[in-house]
């Protein structure tokens, strides 16, 4: 097996930990000793053993002059719940390290591995690397810009519409493509709808397998005035202390959820940078926009998106709402170019998944 | 090998003949003897050798005790070019024949079968019966309906938008998308564009590899007046022997181009069915209509459509063109719900193509 082929076994164990390890990386890591692999790890979740750790730990011999591949470099810092990995590689005596990425983490960003460097071990840096960042963009992102991670997502018929004339859009995609969603909500920190969205729809904003709610995200809602009925689920129901409602500055609510108030822009829309820069602070790093097309229409006229995903149902309607409204561009040549596109078939349902690249706001 | 590997092979070998065959069906044929193949064949147009003609003279030993694979029924009518098959087979004394499809024209319809079991030859048929309707769907349509095949089609960005804001259009697909589509406006008769098309585009309608022509097909454009500039190319390129023009009862023109007069409905629009029959009647088995929105629209709100095929581009632009108008429909559960969508991947542009089914005027 060739570094490429480990790593790969280090991508697949880290995803292993799907949606359970924000705001940490996803990192998984194989032991090869004479040819053999030895044993394998993986991070399972804030507090827990990093991977390195985790496959030392799952060994069951000696690990002199072994390798270890691990798709993100071993930390030094010690001002955190877990032991630092570079210093347990060093006293281990492996003798070689493979890896991924650096560490965007200033805290190690490479001292990782210079002090193994400097112990006498062989480091090799760069392996799959664009996969490993693409596996950690969320954390990434986090690290390097202190802003959530802006995940883009709307369901359409093939000719373009996300509801029809009389604006229903029950349902337009497979339960397969709907199952998927629920996947992609779990790996996020919060689900995020406009004011819109949440009158005509009354959705739950919860992560469901089935009927059953597996795990509690934040759902953000975003009004320029609070004129909601409080009956709605995301006011009253069993999950509403996961609920935050962003309102301008200087709007009050009477709702028992969590407000965030954040700047306007002249048009009266709230601020999306700053309402992003108040969300990271509360420990959000990752935010899928799920529409409706006003708040989809301000996300990608700003530029600010990291990653847009459709799904694309083998249906037409005709007339219908479209996705987006006017973001600014007025002829084809000036189309905003989504980046390194990935196609799955779920059942008869498209689901494209796209960087936003050089659009986005990095 | 199974018998359903023996038929793919007659797919196939019927395929080498892509857009050569119209009026006549596609058809690959396969003799085997003892378990080894001995020779194939397949139809490559009219007026030349039938598939299992042109394997038995492929043949290079006597074929008594064979069995001959043909993806459709062998023909036992005499009145055409070519001697009819079935007795040929009979002379041949093979064992068994194995076939797909029955032959829809009702000068065969069954009759083939019948004469190669009355001289005591096994014969299976049905053998992938579907995948075999599928390749001859334009011959099915033709022969069973006396309509020509509809194919719509037309390129979209993601959201939906087959122009910008400006009408501008160029190009939203990639170049391999765009060969794509000549390979496809190959397997058809004619081409059909509405007015406006003709008028903002200027297309030139032909088939293309690279810049070369190569091959001539009737071109349609659908009018409910005679206003163009008749310096346009369908009026005055190399190609305007090829060009008609379809316009309503009664209306002339000084466009030397041939002219389909039709009938029209209430709204002054061209009767899509008379249209049909009439192109029918001039020898067009297929069209490929390319748009624009208001022919598109018109074609799926009368529900006259046997195949649509749609090609994704990874673009957003926001406000713009939509491929659809008014179809009639209001309710999302109401939508047109496409058969047996295929779905690939060229480059990063995505080419969806669906049966009408059930939704066509079939």
Known sequence: MSDKNFMNMCFDLAQKSWGEVSPNPYVGAVIVKDGEIVSTGYHKGPGLAHAELDAINNADQDLEGATIFCNLEPCCHTNKRTPPCAQRIIKEKFKKVVIANLDPNPLVAGNGVKLMQEAGIEVVNGVLKEKGELLNEVFFKHIQKELPFVHLKWAQTLDGKIAAKNYTS???????????????????????????????????????????????????????KDDFDKGLKFFSD???????????????????????????????????????????QLGIYSVYVEGGHAILTQFLKEKIYDRVSVFIAPKIIGEGLSPLGDIGIHDMKDALCLLDSKVELLGDNIYLTSRGGACSQD
């Open 170 to 224: 029950k349902w337009i995609t497979s339960d397969r493509a709907r199952a998927h969603v629920h996947h992609e909500r779990m790996a996020h920190d919060a689900i995020l709808v406009g004011a819109s969205t949440v009158k005509k729809d009354n959705p739950s904003l919860t992560v469901r397998e089935g009927d059953k709610v597996v795990k509690s995200i934040k759902r953000i809602v975003v009004a320029s």
């Open 238 to 280: 069993h999950h509403c202390s996961d609920s935050i409602l962003v309102l301008p500055e200087g709007v009050q609510t009477e709702a028992n959820v969590e407000v965030v108030n954040c700047k306007t822009n002249d048009n009266g829309k709230i601020d999306l940078i700053d309402m992003l820069k108040k969300l990271h």
